[in-house]
């Protein structure tokens, strides 16, 4: 598996987690990554993205106030940062990549990694 995603498990609600994708091979150091999550019953959607440098992020309407994307290319590693999470935040959140951050956004991905459990409930 070239792209692991961890960090998820059960959050209180106002809770936060940090999740982490890690490119195993070094294959996606100069690609935009990005995090999508599918909760149950419902199809996968986008949450954010960040460009090869980190110098460029995108975050979907919903969560941009609260999640952080960012990456350490040293560390081979994305993250996403979330905090004030919500029960309708809970999913499987996998990490993706693709040669921009267009790309990423409409879904149309080279590379998908495993998912990770985020539950939000008290």
């Known amino acids: 598996v070239q792209l692991q995603a961890s960090g998820g498990g059960l959050v209180q609600p106002g809770g936060s987690l940090r999740l982490s994708c890690v490119d195993s091979?070094?294959?996606?150091?100069?690609?935009?990554k990005g995090w999508f999550r599918q909760a149950p019953g419902k199809e996968r959607e986008f949450v954010a993205a960040?460009?090869?440098?980190?110098?460029?992020?995108y975050l979907k309407d919903s969560v941009k106030d609260r999640f952080t994307i960012s990456r350490d290319n040293a560390m081979n590693t994305v993250y996403l940062q979330m905090n004030s999470l919500k029960p309708e935040d809970t999913a499987v959140y996998s990490c993706?990549?693709?040669?921009?951050?267009?790309?990423?956004?409409?879904?149309?991905?080279?590379?998908w990694g495993q998912g990770t459990l985020v539950t939000v409930s008290s």
């Open positions: 993706a990549a693709a040669k921009a951050i267009p790309i990423i956004v409409t879904g149309r991905v080279d590379y």
């Open positions: 960040i460009g090869w440098s980190g110098g460029d992020t």
């Open positions: 091979g070094r294959t996606f150091s100069n690609y935009a």
